[in-house]
């Protein structure tokens, strides 16, 4: 008796042994192979035996709003297909989502995976998320980009001051310079102004002449009156702008060096020469920025509704023919024209052109990160998974947004389905093409009213996976005009170096955040009023200054300065 | 009786009064109105005031035929009717012991009750509860933050409190216990107060969105109200990508007023008829001389 | 806020009259059951009562249990998170906070500047709106008693109620539509030649938007209470006065307001007290302001909602919030007693 029962223990321990060896050797092979249960890899399908379910926090966007398609027939079953993970989605509306993740969060009922976050501060400081640098070790398809194209230093500028990080951004090859200026090119030439020629070495200075001299020659022609806004932008009222001035101000701002509308951050800026951090929101440079806004809207050019009014509201004006330039982005670039044809300007009216935006002080675009918003990973995943079943899902995360065949799959769609390849007749290139029947809204590739669209329907390049990865990847969708676009504008302009990290501690950043919550407030109130005239800027810049000393700018500028000093 | 010539001045200008003050309460629907039913053109010239211009019904349609329109409007009707029931008989079967001076109890539950009017527990607290109770994205999750609204206790604990005793007394001596009595005798009698608390309570549910922010996550569980919120703060409109059509450029200019106007509906088209209740109930000491 | 006060006035006023029903009742049950404890008795008897009493009224009781578990659960529970206010909150570990940082929070926010602009909002917008409801409605109510004709004055009272079941929501969007740069208001303006002003976006506006709007809102619905009070008043007073040689005018002032006084009283007593509050104005502020307005419209719980959830300092939101329940405590019992003093009726 006693002796099969030593048997059975041994041979219970020689299994658990083996078994545990087996474990461990699994979890040690970094980038590819068989680990128990799931397979992975750089450029393989991270697969895995059990069906296993992650919970995942997801942005529903109202304008393609989630359907139960998605789940059954769409990018998540597509996922699912693909990898034998189920994904349970736990969606707030676009609007809401920061908010209420932050909520979820904080109150300890974080999902296991956090997209699209831009700001990971908050979150850290509460122990809810993971130092992600601790194991991105074990994720093939971001180390292979991170090495290939020197992320490193860009990576920095997310350290915080333990050493770690706790995002896992999106990856660019190269900053892209998404957002910029739309112009209704017939009506500028009309005017006698080609702005194709204009545009390598133009100021801001250059484009409010040039629309002075534009808006004449419509109210000559009896295209508008003589008090009408020939320019109303959106992204920049009170929602979509975020109270901060938005996309414009951002644009201006960075063009002046200085940190302004969605842009605008805690207001610091960096001095390169002299490593040292300033109060950017204070200083004459920004002085400059909106005494230059303020010319537009002074002069008649531009409507200080901007600043207040929705999207919308913008987008109509510019339809109907009232405005004679926009903002624009990649994405939307099929929206307006599709808008123009719809409004009062109507089809075959109009044409339209892409602009390098004006220079500033300097010749920087404003977009300089090569990071985007990214994914963290909630401290509860590692607790309830277990070490290695945290190690596994971050290799489903990192298969999901950085390898190129879960890209392609949750931008495009399926092979043969959604998308095909098919040979570019310029190039000579394999280009891939959506199938016919199919149009993109979210890819900006239009279509016929009977096409379905590929986001509308199943969820495809939606802007929760639908970010980072090379540059030929980035653009594989962008139609001949955005190609074009790019191409000038890196010609044109560089790229600003970027700031380096300031890396505080837990407490010091408590009493930051205390600081610039309402400082940063202060600064936009008072940057909106002095763009739209409400202020007056050289009878009133020094109040401007003295209530932001007031309000702590100048402790906020000590403190940075000596975190800065210690690294 | 004679009257002063003043006091007829004072008759004349007071209905003139009135008559402003009517049209100043009502101004805001009309603008709606108008404006739900009007053009878009119209609309961004500015010509709309309180008569639709160029009557179209293209957004009502299409706000009509939204799923996600139909979806919330359905789950509001469920949370307030649910809500409604629940709060009914909880307020009810609280308030009526309240009611009773004889139990020593009371005065120790009443301040207990009134207290938390002026302290809660902030919005952490109450989140962190609620979702370690696993009521989020629940109708129990929609309805139990508000569910016993303390100043409607006290409502009904003055309207049982002021029921004539003798009546209870008959149900006792006819051997009905407290419960009987309560729900044969003493409820049948507050239909004054009951139809005020109903009204109120479906009112509140129905225009609740913030309750609905904090624990309905998901589209298919959002509530008018809300889903009404997120079109005001122009998410919804905001650069709508895909193809614009002269259509999407109508919805857009008069979807707001569209949606305001059919969630206010049925509470426009109810609260008359259950005035004479709610006024009375409010009034509770004038008719029960 | 408002609204429960005056309830519980007219409830006050009932317990009167119940009290003398009460007692007859009593005096029966004392008969049919014997052994009814009442208050005159010693303090014996009335220990040995309470375990007699519950086991008498045990059914009473039962009806309470289950929402006073409730209230315990849903109201007292969520106070004890209260805590984080003195202590270091961080999200994920226990919602009691992890250490004791003591007055640390209560310190950063006494010498925050957005604090005490919040403070000031919050008291200059009650403050004026009270300047403003208070005597309009009592002014509507006694104008609403002076319609003749039945059919008119239901029918105007009905008109006005209807902005009160409007939800804020509607209401925030209706003044968005309103005062917007193609909106009527700013159309009027422009019609007189001035220029298109954009209100949504003014500081200086938003004290005008924010009362003018509250006005439209509880104006006819305020007036409930000041009308009951007057149906109360006996008809034999007016016929008197009027005998007397009193025209219209001096009846109303002499009568109707002097009996409704007290009413009136108790409802401006309590008002003040509650003029730090800021919870049930919340929405509205929060559905309406911008940053551009933050100057004049960011009330306390705006305040403490942003600093909670934007900085993710719930430790310091917490603190703040409790700061302001203080206060209002404070002075809310101060009012009670005030009122209690002056008119006997009060909350509690």
Known sequence: ?567 | MRESQGYRIFQGFNRVLMVLICIATLYPFLYLIAQSFSSESAIIQGKVNIIPVEFNLTTYISVLSQGDFLRSYKNTVVYALCGTIASLFFTSIVAYPLSKPHLRLNKFITPFIIFTMYFGGGLIPNYVLMVNLGLKNTIAGFVLPGMIGTYYVLLMKAFFAGTPQELEEAGEIDGLNKFGIFFRIVLPLSKPIIATMVLFYAVGYWNNWFTSYLYLDERPMWPVAYYLRTIISGASTSADPGEVTAEKMQIGANIKSCSMLLMALPIICVYPFVQKYYVQGMMLGGIKE | ?348
């Not at chain 1, 461990?24 to 980038?31: F, I, P, T, W």
């Not at chain 3, 929070?105 to 010498?111: L, V, W």
């Open chain 3, 1 to 348: 806020m408002i609204v429960y006060r005056k309830i519980l006035i007219i409830e006050r006023k009932f317990k009167i009259k119940g009290t003398a029903q009460n007692m007859d009742t009593k005096n029966q049950k004392m008969q049919n059951q014997g052994n009814q404890l009442t208050s005159g008795r010693g303090a014996i008897n009335r220990r040995m009562g309470m375990a007699k009493h519950l086991k008498q009224n045990w059914q009473l009781y039962s009806f309470m249990l289950v929402p006073i578990v409730y209230y315990i659960i849903f109201r007292y529970v969520p106070m004890a998170g209260n805590i984080i206010g003195f202590r270091r909150y961080r999200a994920g570990s226990s919602i009691f906070g992890d250490e004791w940082s003591g007055l640390k929070y209560f310190k950063q926010f006494i010498s925050d500047q957005s604090f005490w602009r919040a403070f000031r909002n919050t008291l200059s917008l009650n403050i004026v709106y009270l300047l403003f409801r208070f005597p309009m409605t009592l002014i509507f109510a006694l104008l609403l008693n002076e319609i003749r004709n039945i059919h008119w004055k239901k029918f105007v009272q009905t008109v006005s109620y209807l902005p009160h079941f409007i939800s804020v929501v509607i209401v925030t969007g209706m003044i968005r539509e309103l005062i917007s740069a193609n909106g009527p208001l700013n159309r009027i303006i422009t019609y007189f030649g001035g220029d298109v002003t954009y209100f949504i976006a003014l500081p200086e506006w938003f004290m005008t938007i924010f009362v003018v709007s509250g006005l439209w809102q509880s104006l006819g619905w305020g007036t409930i209470l000041y009308l009951a009070a007057m149906s109360n008043i006996s008809p034999n007073l007016y016929e008197a006065a009027e005998i007397d040689g009193a025209n219209h005018f001096q009846r109303v002032w002499h009568i109707t307001i002097p009996s409704i006084l007290p009413t009136i009283t108790t409802l401006l007593i309590l008002d003040v007290g509650g003029l730090v509050g800021s919870g049930m104005a919340f929405e509205k502020v929060y559905l309406l302001y911008n940053p551009m307005i933050y100057e004049t419209a960011d009330i306390i719980s705006t305040y403490v909602f942003r600093m909670g959830l934007d900085s993710g300092n719930y430790s310091y939101a917490t603190a703040v919030g409790l700061f302001e329940g203080l206060i209002n405590l404070v002075l809310l019992t101060i009012a009670n007693v005030t009122s209690k003093r002056i008119t006997n009726s009060g909350l509690w």
């Open chain 1, 1 to 567: 008796m006693g002796k099969k029962l030593l048997c059975v223990l041994l041979a219970v321990l020689l299994v658990t042994a083996v078994f545990a060896a087996g474990k461990k050797d699994a979890a040690a092979s970094q980038s590819t192979g068989e680990a128990v249960g799931y397979t992975y890899g750089l450029d393989k399908t991270f697969y895995s035996e059990q069906p296993v379910t992650y919970s995942m926090f997801f942005s529903d966007a109202s304008w393609y709003p989630m359907k139960d398609e998605w789940k059954t027939e769409g990018v998540f079953a597509e996922i699912t297909k693909k990898t034998n993970v189920t994904l349970d989605i736990r969606s707030f509306d676009s609007g809401d989502y920061t908010n209420k993740i932050k909520l979820d969060i904080n109150a300890g009922n974080s999902a296991y995976i956090i997209p699209k976050v831009y700001e990971e501060g908050p979150f850290v400081d509460g122990g809810a998320v993971v130092a992600v640098s601790d194991y991105v070790q074990y994720m093939p398809n971001y180390m292979d980009f991170y090495t290939k194209y020197n992320m490193a230093n860009d990576l920095d500028t997310i350290v915080r001051s333990d050493g770690k990080y706790y995002r896992l951004p999106g990856m660019l090859e190269a900053a892209m310079q998404d957002y910029t200026i739309m112009i209704r090119d017939d009506i500028f030439k009309a005017a006698g102004y080609d702005v194709s020629k204009l545009e390598k070495d133009w100021t801001w200075e250059s484009l409010y002449d040039i629309l002075v001299g534009v808006k004449k020659y419509m109210v000559s022609k009896g295209m508008c009156e003589a008090d009408d806004y020939i320019w109303s932008d959106l992204w920049c009222g009170s929602e979509s702008g975020q109270g901060k001035g938005g996309n414009l101000l951002k644009l201006m701002g960075a063009s002046y060096g200085v940190p302004s509308g969605w842009a605008v951050g805690n207001g610091m800026q960096y001095n390169r020469d002299k490593d040292e951090w300033y109060f950017a929101s204070t200083s004459k440079d920004y002085k400059d920025f909106v005494t230059l806004v303020n010319k537009f809207v002074k002069g008649g050019i531009l409507d200080p509704e901007t600043f207040t009014q929705s999207d919308s509201v913008a987008t109509a004006k510019f339809y109907n023919g009232e405005t004679v330039l926009m903002s624009v982005n990649r994405g939307q670039y099929q929206t307006w024209i599709s808008g123009l044809d719809a409004g009062k300007v109507g089809k075959g009216n109009y044409s339209v052109y892409v602009t390098v935006y004006p220079k500033g002080t300097n010749k920087y675009a404003a977009e300089n990160s090569r990071l985007e918003n990214g994914v963290m990973i909630a401290e509860k995943a590692r607790k309830e998974l277990g070490e290695d079943g945290f190690i596994k899902m971050l290799r489903f995360v990192d298969w999901l947004w950085y390898s190129k065949e879960a890209y392609t799959l949750h931008k495009w769609g399926v092979e043969g389905k959604t998308f095909q390849y098919v040979t570019d007749a310029a190039t000579g290139l394999k280009v891939k093409k959506l199938m016919p029947g199919f149009k993109c809204g979210g890819l900006g590739i239009g279509g016929a009213e009977t096409d379905e669209d590929i986001r509308l329907k199943w969820g495809f390049a939606g802007g929760n996976f639908y970010y980072g990865h090379t540059v030929a990847e980035m653009g594989d969708n962008f139609i001949p005009v955005i190609q074009d676009y790019y191409a000038r504008l890196g010609k044109y302009r560089e790229s600003r170096p970027v700031n380096p990290p300031v890396k505080s501690t837990e407490d010091e950043n408590e009493q930051l955040n205390l600081w610039t919550t309402p400082l940063i407030d202060n600064v936009n109130a008072w940057t909106l009023q002095f763009v739209t005239g409400q202020k007056d800027i050289s009878k009133d810049w020094d109040a401007y200054v003295a209530s932001c000393k007031n309000l702590n700018s100048e402790k906020v500028v000590a403190l940075i300065n000596e975190i800065n000093k210690r690294k």
